[in-house]
């Protein structure tokens, strides 16, 4: 028996993590999946549960698919704990994307002051579902999709005794498709990428191929025409040449709200102003989606999912579960504690990294090093994570605006006051801690 339960199962991209245990039945024998929801996802989650049990159907796989609003009914004996919930759903992130635009502040489910709430949403129902895996299911792996990623990971840890808690995010498998396509390899071509940094700010810090550091030549193919943006959500605002070939390293596209802030908050207030911010964009593609899942005659994974910006999320938590269930010992990227992993980020915190996954959960691979051209900006914004989880577990006001005022994107405590203020009376209902 092996059992998977994901916590948010309503999710539109649930077909995607179908289709990934589909193609990996062999390997990873899965017998039981529950899909769990709350009262306000009744509907997705019965669509999706149905479309489900046509995929698995079709496909010839004896996957028993379950759904029920009662997580605590899902849990008892899970192997495996998946979570892509949205704590106060789209309305919420819309929130997130607008509230900050009125103050100049760029507004983003994941960074920003969007991040920060999005993680005083989430973290109490992590905790919650944490509690109930204690006693329900103690030996699960709890594998987690739910944004901000990076930041509930560093929560967990920090504030809970769960250790076999993983926090995961589709960025570095897209990265390292960008790679590979850049670079022209085949399949022959061994690809050895080391990355580094922490969630949505995550950098290829070695490219070796067939044993050869590429890292160069990397860059130089990537200027010009070279690379588009794969991530789905975010603009391609281009990096100059002499920007690009300076900084010498690959990040993450969401580094672009960072270091082209002035374009991207441009952009962002261009998009609001036409109701075309990300949340509304989803909200209407969604839709589109569930009207097609909802087809009797819908037993694959539908194209239009590509529209979403989580491409090849499958492939990440199922490569992931594999690799444990089957100690695998191969290298994946994961948000895990450092352990010395990164020489110039604290051994206890939370980091993105290239991990050799085992039985016994992911093992950072040692010896990477942030370039000074990053590293700043990380150990800042790390500093912004751990206030931010201080706040949302404790409830405290103070650190709220201190995090807040730190972030790169704020940088003033009383533009920072007034969108906490803001943000905090919006999200009430979904903030018991404060
Ligand atoms: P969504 O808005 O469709 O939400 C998914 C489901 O969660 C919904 O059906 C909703 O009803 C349910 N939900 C809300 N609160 C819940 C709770 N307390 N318990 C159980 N279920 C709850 O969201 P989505 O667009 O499918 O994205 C899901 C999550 O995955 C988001 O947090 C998103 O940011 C994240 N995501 C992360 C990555 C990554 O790289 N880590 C990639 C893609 C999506
Ligand atoms: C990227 C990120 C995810 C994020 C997603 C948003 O893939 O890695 O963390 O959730 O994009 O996509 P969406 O389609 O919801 O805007
Ligand atoms: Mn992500």
Request: aromatic share 8%.
């Amino acid at each position: 028996k092996l059992k998977i339960v994901t916590i948010g199962g309503g999710s539109s991209y649930t077909p995607e993590l179908i289709e990934g245990l589909i193609n990996r039945c062999k390997s990873l024998p899965v017998t039981e999946l529950w899909l769990t929801d709350v009262e306000e996802g009744k509907y997705k989650l019965e669509i999706i549960g149905k479309l489900a049990q046509r995929m698995v159907k079709r496909a010839g796989v004896p996957i028993k698919i379950y759904w029920t609003l009662d997580r605590r009914e899902a849990l008892p004996g899970a192997d495996f704990v998946t979570t892509q919930f949205r704590a106060g759903q789209l309305e919420a992130r819309d929130n997130d994307e607008r509230i900050p635009l009125k103050y100049g502040v760029i507004g983003q489910e994941t960074n920003g002051p969007g991040g920060m709430f999005n993680a005083f949403r989430t973290i109490p129902v992590l905790f919650g579902l944490i509690e109930d895996c204690k006693e329900l299911c103690p030996d699960a792996w709890i594998i987690s999709f739910t944004n901000p990623s990076g930041m509930n990971a560093e929560a967990v840890r920090r504030f809970t005794d769960w250790e076999r808690f993983i926090g995961l995010c589709n960025g570095p498998v897209n990265m390292q498709k960008d790679i590979e396509k850049v670079l022209g390899l085949t399949k022959e071509d061994q690809l050895d990428v080391k990355f580094g940094g922490i969630n949505h700010m995550v950098f290829a810090l070695e490219v070796k191929v067939n044993g050869k550091d590429v890292g160069e030549e990397l860059i130089d193919k990537m200027t010009g025409d070279g690379i588009r943006e794969s991530l789905k959500n975010i603009v391609d605002i281009p990096w100059s040449e002499e920007f690009l070939k300076g900084y010498g390293y690959y990040g993450i596209g969401y580094l672009r709200y960072y270091l082209q802030k002035q374009q991207m908050l441009a952009h962002c207030m261009e998009e609001a102003q036409d109701q075309r911010n990300r949340a509304r964009v989803v909200m209407e593609i969604e839709k589109e989606l569930f009207r097609k899942y909802a087809e009797e005659s819908l037993d694959i994974k539908p194209p239009e999912l590509e529209q979403r910006g989580g491409a090849y999320y499958s492939d990440a938590a199922c490569n992931l579960m594999d690799s444990i269930y089957n100690d695998k010992q191969d290298i994946q990227t994961v948000d895990t504690l450092n352990q010395g992993a990164i020489s110039n980020m604290p051994d206890d915190v939370v980091v993105e990294v290239s991990c050799r996954i085992t039985k016994d959960g992911p093992i950072p691979v040692p010896g990477l090093m942030l370039p000074i051209q990053a590293a700043g900006l990380v150990q800042q914004m790390k500093a912004f994570e751990i206030l931010t989880t201080e706040a949302a577990v404790r409830g405290d006001y103070r650190k709220a605006l201190v995090a807040m005022t730190i972030n790169p994107l704020v940088q003033s405590e009383q533009t920072a006051r007034k969108i906490l203020d803001e943000m905090l009376l919006k999200n009430e209902r979904y903030l018991p801690q404060f």
